[in-house]
């Protein structure tokens, strides 16, 4: 069984309504949060903006590839250097996004319960990820290749 065919059926197949809403609500409800609490807008969009690049690496990161030309509107040239050079590049944008949370932290621009509640979503993040990559190493059983 290959790797794409464990892609396509974890897409297809497991991932379900619950993988969706944690996902997407999880991104709305960070990015809204980001935005109501962050004063600094350059620093809120690039944190955002990792927001969506996650999405993209973690498909990427999936299907064994590290190509993120789709990216080049949202980000900057150095930052998806950056996520290409990472030895795991989901991890890397939830790293970017935990190094800003808690730097407007530091700042005061946010109160550790504000910061706890914001970190919720990133692990929610986390374990999707993580769930994500416990499906794809596992064998897929012959009757669902059949039926794909």
């Avoid at 290959?2 to 309504?17: E, I, P, R, S, Y």
């Avoid at 409800?29 to 620093?43: F, K, N, P």
């Avoid at 991890?91 to 005061?108: A, E, P």
Wanted: charged share 20%; aromatic share 8%.
């Amino acid at each position: 069984m290959d790797g794409d065919t464990n892609v396509q059926f974890l897409l297809k197949h497991l991932l379900g309504a619950g993988w969706r809403h944690v996902f997407w609500c999880g991104c709305r409800d960070l990015a809204r949060q980001i935005c109501a609490m962050c004063r600094d807008s350059g620093d809120r969009r690039r944190a955002c903006s990792f927001l969506m690049v996650f999405a993209v690496a973690l498909k990427q990161h999936l299907r064994n590839e590290r190509g993120l030309s789709e990216l080049g509107s949202i980000l900057s040239a150095q930052d998806i250097t950056n996520i290409q050079q990472a030895k795991h590049m989901p991890l890397f944008c939830l790293d970017v996004m935990s190094y800003y949370l808690n730097g407007v932290h530091r700042s005061g621009e946010i109160s550790s319960i504000q910061l706890e509640i914001m970190d919720k979503n990133l692990t929610a993040f986390e374990d999707t990820l993580g769930s994500c990559e416990r499906i794809k190493k596992c064998p897929v059983p012959v009757a669902f290749v059949v039926h794909l």
